[in-house]
């Protein structure tokens, strides 16, 4: 029988399979079992985008087969702890080891109790039972924000303390008195959030064990006598306001009382395994001698029974510090250290005195290589690092990309001026580098104390200050007015807004695929010649990513909206273009609509471009796939396309006889459908039921849909992922949902609005909006486009088997990506009322929202379906971000470009940036793969052509070494490491300066004074490649060779 270690293993690649055994060995080998065995801690640094997640998986496995065979009566825990919500989202699932979704508990350590289903389970079934549990440090371990928490947390205490205190009616009232926190009266709070919570716990009620440990905790603590003071102090004959002398008292005890309920579901866990995932974030709570609540808790979880604890991180700690900077790289890794060795003062001495005799060997032409293995051999016990090469074929993996930025013009300069004087007048700081970073800085310095101060002058002296505001360079009047030319207010943001939009992307309304079956019409063709890829901006200042994201924004909307002869367009509010209309009558009008995006199996064979292909040998044009399909189809005319469309046999799976049925298919829970789709459909079937075994009449329009319609495309891309077990009548549903989820993108207005622009300068004469989408479709590949998000989807699900409901789950992930919401991004005015300047987006958007905390479920959740969105071939296609906390996020499905919109402080931060496109299958390498591998798929009959093509790219690739083909492939794309210095300015020396820091810095690992240090190797001569670095990379393992690989799957 195949072990859980086994099944998950032949998804790693050799290099993690090295890792993931060398840490079993440590935590459940031999060595871990004697009396001077391991720590039980264990950090994985893999270099950024090499997949320490997937080597955590690994772990995981390994976990439940050695524990398994210990204990086999009682379940496995496994706690992950992430920075942020959007992280433990996107890789929690890739964790779970187990098909039981019920295995993922992602909450917050005081809503723990909530989950007793989850956890009663485990307890009661034992040994096979994984629970996977995800926090949050900044809401489960703050030390910081508002004592009260929020509604539901205190809603939880609520019913905690009536099974605790069995009040009487009055006594009830009170505790929710005091428990209502913000939330405007009691009525609501009891109403809203404990009623709510008390329906949703009703099948499995509060965890058993959490209940008894939050009693005996908030007992033995006084929290529950001081709480139940309180309640004695309230009169509800009073008003429901808290009393001025006990407001503070109130907030305190919820804080305490929160803090009993953290406390218990730690005692309850007893976890097995404790992963801390980019934990730099939060390495204060791995220190023992931190007197906090925070660092309390996080102790009692790493000290619960014989966990062990692994840490993954690119950075570990301040990777590199220069003498002037804040933080300390040699204190911080010697005490990351400490913590791996166990803890105990002066553990990490024995890797100390390695390190200082590496260094005397590197300055002084000492025994380099023997130095450095004495450091590997103190180090490996404790930690591994994969690092992939910086080259593949002889050339680098990053490639420069500077933007032509040109110099400052005059109106910039004289913005400067005006800046500057309004920054003296109201006694405020401002940098140069500032101005020469935010496009409009005026307009977006909310949150900065310049516009604090500017705020506050302007209610003492309106007059002056406001005329100061008006000489700043400030947008214009009409910036909110679609078709008004608005220039970028910075030079920096005219060369990026001309190498994007600029170059035509402005027509795009997707990526264009980096396999295309057919050859790219005239709108995608200087697409994919430009080598299109998204664009991940990065800026150290917080409000670039708002001010570019919406500049960029409004001017790709603008190139769109702009008709030949110079006027707007229609507003895009107004426009419909694929409604299911309905006559008065009560029947349906015009049925083109649905036949869009209508999956129509008996045709979708015959307009499948990559049979097309492979029957030619080579990618066909559009025109030569239609005529094809033209000699296949009846001469006679329908008169609709619809009656030909519908009257062709196989328009639906046999087993789905009406449109009950069919929409049964489509899943219960979905949102109900509209009565006009419905009357719709019933006429469609209606029409399909009455056709025979051939095709009667055909329509000039017919072909085009076979080939080109989002329907057929989309049943044709999810066929390419659907497991054999997959019925007729499922991947019909499923490909209905995802064609809804196209009729969404191509109803958009502001798509309207770009269809009709683009044949109105094409010359073409007026026609039906349903017909613009088919050339669209056919122009930009869509097939192709479909095909490859799929695969990336279905890859990032593990590459397993779909049955009918995971094949469902994708459609419906695809279909939410394409009906992300607008965002209005605000600047303001600079009148005296500094008016609202609201600009909409979502061409290009911000990551990361300065306005919302880190704890804000909501905020995390519209990061969350962003970073979705731009991990597709869809909009965005710019993203605009601060460095800060994105490690560990993935970029890199669309993209292969960072914008280095102001240079990074140190060499790491170029690699940390990069990361975030530098992955496993990255935009990058998927389009080297199709470069190298199109004969491949051609000559094949694969029905996944990117299986294909990655199965001839893995044997291809066979001796090459562990990162190929999944993060270095031979061909013309590169990482663009895409530069911003403004000409003969200072950035191109600190540029200079930051590429010699980077050949050189990690031969300073673990050393005080890097900055000396680098200068003294440069001085003698030293390149970083002549000698010896401290290679930490986990020892070869050849148990498992690299023919057992799952050449497919990781996510």
Partial sequence: MTTTAERVMRGLKQFQRDTVLHIAHQ????????????????LVADETGLGKSVVARGVIAHAIDALRAERPDK?????????????????????????DRLAEINTRLTMLATEGRALTRGRQTGAGELNLVSFTPGTSFSNGGMRQGKGNERALIALLLERLLQPSPDDWTRILRLLRGWIDNVGRFRDRHVANLRADLEEHGIDPQIEESFGRIADETGALGRFTALVSRIDLAQSQELPDDIWHAVQDSIAELRHALAKAGVETLRPDLIILDEFQRFRHLLDSTQDSEAAELAQHLFQRGDARVLLLSATPYKPFTRGDEEGDHYKDFLSVVRFLAGGAPGAELPVRNALEEYRRALTRDGDVASAAKAVRDRLLPFMTRAERPEVVEGESLVQERPLAVKSPTSDDLLGWVGLRKLADAVDSPLELDRWKSVPYFANYMDGYKLGQDVTERLEQDAASIEQLLAQTQSLPCDVQEPGASVDAGNAKLRAFIEATVGQGWWRAIWVPPSMPYLEPGANYAPLHEHGMTKQVVFSSWSAVPTSVAALVSREAMRMRVTRKGGAAADNESTLHGLEYKMAATGAPQSMSALTLFWPHPGIADLGDPVRAARRQGSRVSSDALLQAIRQSLPVEDAGEAWHAFFGAPGALPSELKNTKMALLTLGDGRPKWKSALQQHMTEAIAMARKSGAAAKSSHRWLPDLAAFSPGNSAYRALRTIAGPHVSNSELWG???????GLRTLFNRGETVVLLNTLDEAAGLEDRPYWQKVLSYSADGNLQAVLDEYLFQLHKDRGGHELDGAALMTVAEQASEVLGLQRVNYRGRGVDAERTPIDIGARWALRYGDANVRSTSDSGEQRQANVR????????????????????????HWWSHAVVHWNLPSSPIDF?????????????????????????????CDEVSPWEAAFGAAVEASRGKGDFAPWWMYPGSSRIHRVLTNFPLSIDESRYAQLKRDLVLYRLTLGQPRQEDMLELLAARGVTGHEVPSIDLSAPRNWLGSRAGEDVHEQP
């Fill in 734 to 740: 499923a490909a209905f949902v995802l064609a809804q």
């Fill in 868 to 891: 979705a969105a731009f991990n597709s071939p869809f909009a965005p296609f710019v993203l605009t971000s601060t460095s800060a906390g994105q490690e560990g996020i993935d970029f």
């Fill in 27 to 42: 935590f459940y080998g031999e060595v871990a079992a004697t009396a001077d065995g391991r720590t039980g801690r264990f």
């Fill in 911 to 939: 690699e940390q940036r990069e990361g975030r496109v530098n992955r496993f299958a990255g935009h990058a390498i998927r389009k080297n793969v199709a470069e190298q591998h199109w004969a491949d798929v051609l000559s």
């Fill in 75 to 99: 379940p496995i825990n496994v706690v992950y702890i992430c920075s942020n919500q959007d992280l433990a989202r996107q890789n929690i699932r890739r964790l779970n080891v187990s098909d």
